[in-house]
T-cell receptor, first 112, second 115 residues
Framework: DTAVSQTPKYLVTQMGNDKSIKCEQN?????MYWYKQDSKKFLKIMFSYNNKELIINETVPNRFSPKSPDKAHLNLHINSLELGDSAVYFC???????????FGPGTRLTVL | ELKVEQNPLFLSMQEGKNYTIYCNYS?????LYWYRQDPGKSLESLFVLLSNGAVKQEGRLMASLDTKARLSTLHITAAVHDLSATYFCAVDAGRYGGATNKLIFGTGTLLAVQP
């Protein structure tokens, strides 16, 4: 029944490691997004994909690489993790028209 | 560049009282969204406002949009403890009716309703 799901829910890792977060939606949407929410709760869009095509690519370090194998999945791979990458990462999905964006439960990433 | 400001950042109110959260944005847009976030949880969509003068109501919450003033309000009527959460407005960065689906979020308003 889960509309937008993310794995893992928590991720604790050391600086310099590489990690991935996975997202899946079963809403039939054609657009998916990654957001970062920092410790002050500020939310900022990072990427969006529409039908597997990268649409929004904000000013994000190139250590972050999104990948969309199909329109129901969007993954985020992060290389050489840094302390400042610690945050909650939210995946979201929507129809490309005017629909609201539906958010996943979030992945809390802690870099030690 | 589109900037979105909310005020107040923190609102402590008593049950039964009314209050308004304001969302101002800096460039033309006519698509605005309100979300609620409970501590440690995801974002829940509350309202979608897609035109000037749009007003939506759900329970004790009412949202409105004035695109000419670049202002949206979220009005809380007779607050109850269950409304305690952080409320975000988000504005689509597209101009003149064009949707980009690139949402710029406000800073959030932490609402604490005291019994």
């Amino acid at each position: 029944d889960t509309a937008v799901s993310q794995t893992p829910k928590y991720l604790v890792t050391q600086m310099g490691n590489d990690k991935s977060i996975k997202c899946e939606q079963n809403l039939g949407h054609d657009t998916m997004y990654w957001y970062k929410q920092d410790s002050k709760k500020f939310l900022k869009i990072m990427f969006s994909y529409n039908n597997k095509e990268l649409i929004i690519n904000e000013t994000v370090p190139n250590r972050f690489s999104p990948k969309s194998p199909d329109k129901a999945h969007l993954n985020l791979h992060i290389n050489s993790l840094e302390l400042g990458d610690s945050a909650v990462y939210f995946c979201a999905s929507s129809s490309y028209s005017v629909d609201t964006q539906y958010f996943g439960p979030g992945t809390r990433l802690t870099v030690l | 560049e589109l900037k979105v400001e909310q005020n107040p950042l923190f609102l402590s109110m008593q049950e039964g009282k009314n209050y308004t959260i304001y969302c101002n944005y800096s460039t033309t847009s006519d698509r605005l969204y309100w979300y609620r976030q409970d501590p440690g949880k995801s974002l829940e969509s509350l309202f979608v406002l897609l035109s000037n003068g749009a007003v939506k109501q759900e329970g004790r919450l009412m949202a409105s949009l004035d695109t000419k003033a670049r202002l949206s309000t979220l009005h809380i009527t007779a607050a109850v403890h269950d409304l305690s959460a952080t409320y975000f407005c988000a504005v689509d960065a597209g101009r003149y009716g064009g949707a980009t689906n690139k949402l710029i979020f406000g800073t959030g308003t932490l609402l604490a309703v005291q019994p």
